[in-house]
Every structure is written in structure tokens, then in C-alpha cells.
Nanobody, 120 residues
């Protein structure tokens, strides 16, 4: 079993910034690719950004240039730096561990989610 715990969500003004962290713990064999997803009320859960063990990244078009995903393999932690936030970024953000081969393949391991609200 792998536990993923997100932190860093909150309320921010449009144009503001937030930094999210997700720490993995439990019986961890190794950390493969990791990713951030988000889900707004009544919407599907969509991939925001993914990162491989080697640091290759991929972003949804809606966040490219504004969000940055990074990881610290030694700490089993993935981060999401969110800048120039827009109201449409409002959602619950979830982290996931999985694999990447041309696209991200999520595993069954998800964090509990952290709420990000962008509002004036």
C-alpha cells in the first residue's frame, strides 16, 4: 500500500500563486512517474501535469506556461507550482503515482485531494 498526501491548497485571488506538495509514504518499492489531476464539481477528473522519474514533463494545454511540475525522488515528493491562477483552475487537486509511455498511465494510488479555489 502506498499513501499519497497532498498539501498546499487554499483560496487565492486571480493572478495569484499556490504551491502544492504530495508526499508518498508506506511500502514503497520505487517511485515511477507521478502526476497531478484535478476535478471540478460535476466534471471528470483530468490530467494536469505528469513527470517521469528522469524529469521529463507533460502538461495539459490549459496550464502550460503557468504551472510547473517537479519532483524530489529522494523525498518521494512531487510538487505543482501554480502561477497566474484563473477562476477556471478551481478544483480539487489529486496526486497519483503511475507510469509514462507516451502518455501517463495512472495507478490505483491517489491522494485525498486538496481544494484550490481561485476567486476575487
Amino acid at each position: 500500500q502506498v499513501q499519497l498526501v497532498e498539501s498546499g491548497g487554499g483560496l487565492v485571488q486571480p493572478g495569484g500563486s499556490l504551491s502544492l506538495s504530495c508526499a508518498a509514504s508506506g511500502n514503497i518499492f520505487s517511485i515511477n512517474a507521478m502526476a497531478w489531476y484535478r476535478q471540478a464539481p460535476g466534471k471528470q477528473r483530468d490530467l494536469v501535469a505528469a513527470i517521469t522519474r528522469g524529469g521529463t514533463t507533460n502538461y495539459a494545454d490549459s496550464v502550460k506556461g503557468r504551472f510547473t511540475i517537479s519532483r524530489d525522488n529522494a523525498k518521494n515528493t512531487v510538487y505543482l507550482q501554480m502561477n497566474s491562477l484563473k477562476p477556471e483552475d478551481t478544483a480539487v487537486y489529486y496526486c497519483n503515482v503511475g507510469s509514462y509511455s507516451g502518455r501517463y498511465y495512472p495507478s490505483k494510488y491517489w491522494g485525498q485531494g486538496t481544494q484550490v479555489t481561485v476567486s476575487s
